[in-house]
Every structure is written in C-alpha cells, then in structure tokens.
C-alpha cells in the first residue's frame, strides 16, 4: 500500500539563546504544555579566573489550536537560569501535581513544579535542587517513570565528568542513592530502563556503551558495547516493548537492541548526522524520532527490524526546516485528530520573514521532494500548497500492524536548532495515499 507523509510548520519562535532541548508535558490535562531549554556561552564574561559563563533561559508555553488567526503556541513564561543542557517531564504527577527535571551547567539536578494560578495561567515554581558535583556539567537526565509507575520515583543523571548518579526524589526533596564513574570523558547520556528500573544504560565520549545493575552495584557494568564508533550520545527504552533499547551516536548510526543480547543489534539505520536525542512515540511502539544534529529531523518507522529482519529502518518523514544544529525534539500525546485545513489558491510567496511579540512565519517552498513540508502564513493558509504541484511522498509504506498502528496518523511535535536558535512546532500526517490506492484499483 503507497502512504502518504507530510509535514507542516505551525509556528516557529525566536529563542534569542541556543536552543537545545524541548519537552512536551505528558501528563493528562497538561499535554498542551511545552518547555524549551537554552544554552550560551558567554566568552569573554568579566570573571576573575577567566573562565567563560554558561547562561540558559527556560521557557514555557501553551499549545491552542482555537483558530487559524493567531499563533498556535503562547508563552507563559520566561526564566534566567544556568545553562540547559537537558530537560525531562516526570510521567507521572508528584503530589498532584506535574515535576519537570532540569540538567545544568552548574552540576545541578534541578526540579521544578508547574502550578495552576486561580486565575487559570501556568507557571514553574522552584522544588528542590542538588549538586552531582563540583566543577562539571550535568548533562543528561531520565525518570524511572516511563510506563507510568508511580510507586519509586527515581532520576538518573550523567555529567561531563563521566559519572553517573541515581537520586530518588520523595517528599519534594532529591536525596542521592549512588554515584559512580562510568566513562572516561563525558557521559553524554543516561536512562533508565523502564520495564526494569533496576537496569540503567548509559553513553559516554569513550565511544561506549554500558549497562548497569542497581542491585548489584556499580562496581562493573552488566555488558560493554564498543558497537558505536564515537560518542554514544542518545539512549531510550521502547516503553511499549520489553527489552527494546534504541541508541545514537556521534558516528551518525541508530542502532536498535534487544537488552537480552548486546552483542549484537537488532538494526543499524545510518542517518546523516549525529544523533543527539531519540524518542520513542508515546502511544505507537514502531515510531522514533531521531534529532539528527547536522541532518535535521526524521521519524523512523522501527516495526521490520524489531520483526528480525535486520536491516535498517527506512524514514517514513523528515522535517527540514531548521538552518542550524538539530538538538531537542519531542512528541506531543495531544490528539490532532481533525484534518490539516486545506489552502485555497494563493499567489506565489516570495520570502518573507515578519517578527510579532517574538513568533516568526516564514514562507517558502520546501526544497526537497522527498517528503512535503510546508508552512503556514499569518492567515493559517499553507504555504505553497495550492501553488505548486505538491511534492507529498507516496512510496510504498512499512507494512503496519493493524492491531498496534492506526490506520492514520496525525501528530504534533516540537523541535529546536542550536547556532540559530529557533524552536517550531509541526505536524506530521501519515495515511494511506487514496489516489494511488485509486489508480491501483483502476
């Protein structure tokens, strides 16, 4: 069966500071809430020994799809703070309410609560903070909370020292359970299995990847992989399948495992790029988004190589619309369910770059064939949608499993760019390309 893909812009935001990594909000009643993290380097900064400063600021917004008049995303909220090198949503509420983790350059596990005013506005207010150490950077962070069990709630944070450290947080205060030395140089990344959350991965900048047995100790990994030829800078477990791990690399690879052989991957899927963040979807256990640094954004379609067939697994969307380094991206779990609005006939856009209270449109063709991305313009209209003959890839799909993957699917994610920094929102549309299912039965 040929599908389909596309994906549009909705709205694109100046972060002022390097972008580098964007949350959706995944509890319910919460899931239009985003959060943006940046980083600068301040060099140069009129300090006694030197050193340059590392500042960040931490956004927060809300998704409304209320009409095509206005800009989807609002911002909420602004806050200075150190630099961000990572956020993370809890996925479950603590003590009623949504915690969002925070990586900072200055050695800091920060948590912060989102609070609902009387007067309906959001806002994060401070919980707790605690030092992993002295004279490095955390850099990575995940909750034990991936298939929402509520029951020990625990992060797991790497830094540029290459330790790792395993904190539980009860009572709104972070207390540190252990510490250890896992890479040589810097520990770009660290999870949590989810099905086990006794077993934690980690990734360092000694091109290795290692496992790890709480219960056992620190004292030697559970397996060593050497597998990845460079930094090992991304690692998520699959929260819908048992032992599935996916990890990215500095050398441009995502390799897919199953945590039972580590020997060996189940996949290796070259993607241009870095990959610096991987995402599993949230509800379609096939899916993966992959923030490919030099090489944009793609959503791999995961199923065939999960199935044993070994071979890499082939891009079903790709969204290229960023002018700098991909870092931060995520899916949001609220339904896009209604259709994308269709453009009436419109003159041919020229570039056009307006700024208004910090949101930027931008207008022009997509110059790819690949797959169409498009913009809106300030009228909600698609841009060049209705100018030009659409560029939409129909090729024949992945073969999809009826009882896990819709039959359709429409999703809205958020991505960022780190030299440019510029956060978007966009959606992907994925279903079955009924005119050629038309021809076909012609």
Not at 59 to 74: A, I, K, N, Q
Not at 77 to 105: E, F, N, Y
Not at 278 to 293: D, E, I, T, V
Not at 407 to 417: F, I, Q, R, T, V
Request: aromatic share 8%.
């Amino acid at each position: 069966m040929a599908w389909k893909s596309r994906t549009r812009s909705l709205q694109v935001f100046d972060t002022e500071l390097s972008a580098d990594t964007v949350e959706w909000c995944p509890l319910p009643q919460r899931q239009d809430v985003l959060v943006c993290g940046t980083y600068q380097l301040q060099r140069g900064a009129a300090e006694d020994d030197g050193t340059p400063s590392r500042t960040g600021r931490l956004y927060l917004f809300e998704f409304r799809r209320e009409g095509s008049m206005s800009p989807p995303l609002t911002e909420l909220q602004r806050m200075d703070t150190a630099a961000i090198l990572d956020l993370k949503w809890c996925h479950v509420p603590v003590s009623g309410r949504a915690v969002l983790g925070m990586a900072a350059a200055t050695g800091e596990l920060q948590l912060y609560t989102l609070s609902d005013s009387q007067e309906g506005g959001r806002s994060l207010q401070t919980l707790s903070s605690l030092e992993v150490g002295a004279e490095r950077l955390a850099l990575s962070l995940d909750w034990s909370t991936g298939r929402m069990d509520s029951s020990d709630v625990r992060v797991v944070c790497s830094d540029s020292a290459g330790c790792i450290s395993v904190l539980s947080l009860a009572e709104g205060a972070l207390t540190a359970l252990s510490q250890w030395k896992a890479h040589n140089f810097e520990a770009w990344i660290s999870a949590f299995s989810y099905w086990d959350t006794q077993l934690v991965y980690s990734g360092g900048d000694d091109c290795k990847l290692k496992g790890w047995d709480l219960r056992v100790g620190p004292s030697s990994p559970t397996f060593i992989s050497k597998r990845h030829s460079m930094g090992v800078c991304s690692i998520h477990s699959n929260p819908h399948r048992e032992h599935i791990l996916a990890t990215g690399s500095y050398d441009e690879q995502v390799l897919l495992w199953d945590g039972r052989n580590m020997r060996q991957p189940l996949s290796e899927s070259p993607m241009g790029g870095g990959v610096w963040r991987l995402k599993w979807h949230p509800s379609h256990q096939h899916l993966l988004l992959a923030a490919c640094m030099h090489n944009d954004f793609h959503i791999l379609h995961c199923q065939q190589a999960l199935e044993g067939s070994g071979g890499a697994c082939p891009l079903v969307a790709s969204y290229i619309l960023h002018n700098s380094l991909a870092y931060g991206a995520d899916w949001s779990r609220l339904s896009l369910e209604e259709p994308a609005p269709c453009s009436p006939a419109a003159a041919e856009p020229k570039e056009n770059l307006t700024e208004s209270g910090g949101h930027l449109r931008i207008q022009y063709e997509s110059p790819t064939a690949s797959f169409d991305t498009s913009l809106e313009d300030d009228a909600g209209r698609y841009i060049p949608e209705g100018i030009a003959p659409p560029s939409t890839s129909s090729t024949a799909g992945p073969v999809l499993n009826p009882d896990s993957d819709a039959p359709s699917l429409s999703c809205l994610l958020a991505s960022c760019s780190f030299y440019d920094h510029m956060l978007h929102v966009w959606r992907w549309d994925w279903a079955p390309d009924e005119a050629q299912q038309e021809t076909e039965q012609c």
